[in-house]
């Protein structure tokens, strides 16, 4: 006989459906110990409002933060991370308007560096993207049951995706410090280095890019800019992309003299079409408001995908695992705020279990 | 006695409104009405509310257009002084077009706020998103707020075809606009 209660359990997940509660899988109901234990790992008051939605009047707290975070199988150690990408999304211009209720039904894209990482054991080596890692399933998870239930943001009703996209609210990696070639994505985003931090975006899809074939640096780059530069992302009069290197390809491109700031002016100058090309999918015309359409009109010529070699047109980490050249390309949302968030937890000795 | 299973949304049961948020007194036909305009910069949005504007002055006695604003954020409610504009400027207010996941919302939450303050508005939305619209005039108070609808899309529509949706949506604005709608 355990002392362990399926029964209640069971009960007590259907009661956290009925309510509405739910993205579709099971929660962990969150009853006050539970939450005065994720409350117990950050040095923050729990009325303090952390997200507001002028058009819905609604706000997220640090308690209802604690709450859904507990609610998507967080841990309690993890909260501190939960807040920092939560913090590192409300830096997201497109999160203070509609990007949650947008009809491309943008997902966060989460990195975290530093000590924290190994710590919770976050992933950033095979499989990054998931699944098979609690915290990285769990942290990505709490920010979608904040954005369903504290902004009352739900699918079919406030929430408008047209057809959203797969792992939505799972994407949370960390970085591959020990096998990037490079300085963290967090230093490049003004975290001292050494610092756990957050970085955090708005993605509309990710597609890989497999290149196991050239040891040419610039072969390799140009297997990107193709990926980066399809017609079907582009919608406006420039896109922001990123990339998630894999250590290889990292490696690769640092052994021929490659940083960041190089690689990225590299894309940025050959990412792009010729107009004629664009013009042959309705996408040529540059109107004052920026969104493109079919023109039809301009001279043949180069337009550049990315408005310029800046980290928030371009992000770009280093994750996964050190056995094949498979990186990923990611298609950001609107752009990348640059800034990296510190996660700051209450001392652990304070910690309660 | 175990322990009770936290609501993660933060809302206090509130009493659902039942009254109805406040509907600005309509005017019995549209003769001499000044005309506002505030366009949200989906595509096409502009151009269908220049065609109805110019409808209203031709075919419905409307004095003119005085007043056509751009909604930057569209996602946002209009600031208030942008609302103030058009409350002293205009007789009544054509906005929209919600035509996206977050403006059809927000275009009815803008009505609801001129109604308020007195000035009758007619919101138009595409008919895809008329859900999250219904949503946002329950959130503020306005159940079974009434706006136009045109079908889905308008974004890709030619000038050509944008006036032809003008031509159909007239009847259902000046409806919105005066006594006939009530």
């Given at each position: 006989m355990s002392d362990l209660d399926p029964d209640a359990a069971q009960a007590a997940i259907e009661h956290c459906y009925e309510q509405g509660w739910s993205d579709g899988l099971p929660v962990v109901p969150v009853?006050?110990?539970?939450?005065?234990?994720?409350?117990?790992t950050v040095d923050r008051a729990p009325d303090e409002v952390i997200g507001h939605l002028p058009q819905f009047d609604r706000s997220v707290t640090v308690e209802l933060a604690a709450i859904n975070a507990g609610m998507a199988g967080c841990r309690p150690e993890y909260f501190p991370v939960v807040l920092a990408a939560w913090d590192a999304l409300v830096l997201e211009r497109s999160?203070?308007?509609?990007?949650?209720?947008?009809?491309?039904?943008?997902?966060?894209?989460?990195?975290?560096?530093?000590?924290?990482?190994?710590?919770?054991?976050?992933?950033?080596?095979?499989?990054?993207f998931g699944p098979g890692f609690r915290a990285n399933m769990t942290i990505g998870r709490a920010i979608g049951l904040i954005v369903r239930n504290a902004y009352g943001i739900r699918p079919h009703v406030l929430e408008q995706a047209t057809q959203g996209l797969p792992g939505r609210w799972t994407m949370c990696i960390a970085e591959n410090e020990a096998e990037s070639p490079w300085e963290p994505l967090s230093v490049e985003a003004g975290?001292?280095?050494?610092?756990?931090?957050?970085?955090?975006?708005?993605?509309?899809?990710?597609?890989?890019?497999?290149?196991?074939?050239?040891?040419?640096?610039?072969?390799?780059?140009?297997?990107?800019?193709?990926?980066?530069?399809?017609?079907?992302?582009?919608?406006?009069?420039?896109?922001?992309?990123?990339?998630?290197?894999?250590?290889?390809?990292?490696?690769?491109?640092?052994?021929?003299?490659?940083?960041r700031a190089e690689v990225r002016a590299w894309l940025a100058e050959h990412c792009?079409?010729?107009?004629?090309?664009?013009?042959?999918?309705?996408?040529?015309?540059?109107?004052?408001?920026?969104?493109?359409?079919?023109?039809?009109?301009?001279p043949d010529g180069f337009d550049p995908l990315l408005a310029s070699a800046e980290p928030k047109n371009l992000l770009l980490a280093v994750a996964g695992a050190r056995n094949a050249g498979i990186s990923m390309v990611v298609r950001i949302f609107s752009d990348w705020s640059g800034r990296a968030v510190p996660v700051r937890a209450r001392e652990r000795a304070e910690v309660g279990t | 006695m175990p322990n009770a299973i936290l609501d993660p949304t933060g809302r206090a049961p509130v009493p659902r409104e039942t009254t109805g948020a406040p509907r600005a007194a309509r005017r019995p036909d549209?003769?001499?009405?000044?005309?506002?305009l505030l366009e949200n910069t989906k595509h096409n949005a502009d151009l269908l509310l220049d065609e109805l504007g110019a409808r209203l002055v031709a075919e419905h006695g409307a004095a003119e257009v005085v007043l056509r604003r751009t909604k930057r954020a569209f996602a946002l409610p209009a600031p208030d002084e942008l609302v103030a504009e058009f409350v002293d400027g205009c007789d009544v207010v054509i906005t929209g077009v919600g035509d996206c996941g977050s403006c059809s919302a927000s275009a009815v939450a803008d009505g609801v706020v001129f109604e308020a303050a007195g000035l009758p508005a007619a919101v138009i939305c595409s008919d895809a998103f008329v859900t999250t619209a219904d949503a946002m005039a329950e959130l503020r108070g306005a159940p079974g707020y009434a706006y136009a609808t045109t079908a889905h899309p308008v974004a890709v529509l030619s000038r050509e075809q944008v006036a032809e949706r003008a031509e159909h949506l007239v009847a259902a604005v000046v409806a919105l606009l005066t006594d006939a709608g009530a």
């Open positions: 009853s006050q110990p539970l939450l005065e234990r994720f409350l117990a999160t203070g308007g509609g990007g949650w209720q947008s009809t491309s039904g943008p997902a966060p894209l989460i990195v975290v560096n530093g000590p924290v990482a190994a710590e919770l054991g976050i992933n950033g080596a095979g499989g990054v975290v001292e280095p050494g610092v756990s931090a957050v970085s955090a975006t708005l993605l509309r899809t990710s597609e890989f890019v497999d290149n196991r074939h050239t040891s040419s640096a610039e072969q390799l780059l140009a297997d990107f800019a193709d990926t980066i530069s399809r017609t079907g992302a582009w919608i406006f009069r420039n896109a922001s992309a990123g990339v998630v290197f894999c250590p290889e390809h990292a490696q690769m491109l640092a052994a021929a003299g490659f940083g792009g079409r010729m107009v004629s090309d664009l013009a042959a999918v309705g996408k040529d015309g540059l109107g004052e408001k920026g969104v493109r359409h079919a023109d039809g009109t301009r | 549209l003769t001499g009405a000044r005309i506002g």
